[in-house]
């Protein structure tokens, strides 16, 4: 059974620092890893994907992928209130295109 | 263009009742997956279809639950003999390409209470 785990958090950190959430996954043979904001009560949203080694960045978002140490992370720079919300880490799962979700870090950025 | 729509966006259902949610995918999506979502915790895989082949249902958690898409577009999901463990927000997505695509579009979910 693949498994993506997360720390559930709260991870608190003040308005305009660098959020940092992380996600350890259990397939060697995962090749593509997704990170997706869910607000209370909304449904989850993409904003992000990857499936390179490395470092991708989009606006003042960074994924990062450590694929010999089954790690991938997500940056924010410059967080804002409106970024709190639960972040889901997710990567294909078992069968077919399914995905497997961790179970979510919740962010809280402090004004 | 319009997203992922679902419905009702709220069910209460007593237990025992059948109950019947719909989703509707972002056009032209080949791909279309269900998921369940309890408080706290991540969604959870249910079932997949591509066009109108249901590929995987193994995520279903029993046979109460059944899952159509018969035209290729618009989805089905069906709980009979609701019970109180049910109790879930049901996720629609839909992603453009087969096999390999991952990129999944959610709707707004609908939440199911069984009473």
């Known amino acids: 059974q693949k498994e993506v785990e997360q720390n559930s958090g709260p991870l608190s950190v003040p308005e305009g620092a660098i959020a940092s959430l992380n996600c350890t996954y259990s397939d060697r043979g995962s090749q593509s890893f997704f990170w997706y904001r869910q607000y209370s009560g909304k449904s989850p949203e993409l904003i992000m994907f990857?499936?390179?080694?490395g470092d991708k960045e989009d606006g003042r978002f960074t994924a990062q992928l450590n694929k010999a140490s089954q790690y991938v992370s997500l940056l924010i720079r410059d967080s804002q209130p409106s970024d709190s919300a639960t972040y889901l880490c997710?990567?294909?799962?078992?069968?077919?295109?399914?995905?497997?979700f961790g179970g979510g870090t919740r962010l809280m950025v402090k004004p | 263009g319009a997203g992922v729509s679902q419905s009702p966006r709220y069910k209460v259902a007593k237990r025992g009742q059948d109950v019947a949610l719909r989703c509707d995918p972002i056009s032209g999506h080949v791909s279309l997956f269900w998921y369940q979502q309890a408080l706290g915790q991540g969604p959870e895989f249910l079932t997949y279809f591509q066009n109108e082949a249901q590929l995987d249902k193994s995520g279903l958690p029993s046979d109460r639950f059944f899952a159509e898409r018969p035209e290729g577009s618009v989805s089905t999901l069906k709980i009979q003999r609701t019970q109180q463990e049910d109790s879930a927000v049901y996720l629609c997505?839909?992603?453009?390409?087969?096999?390999?695509?991952?990129?999944?579009?959610f709707g707004p979910g609908t939440r199911l209470t069984v009473t």
């Open positions: 997710a990567a294909p799962g078992n069968a077919g295109n399914m995905l497997t």
């Open positions: 990857i499936y390179s080694n």
């Open positions: 997505a839909s992603s453009p390409g087969g096999f390999g695509t991952y990129e999944q579009y």
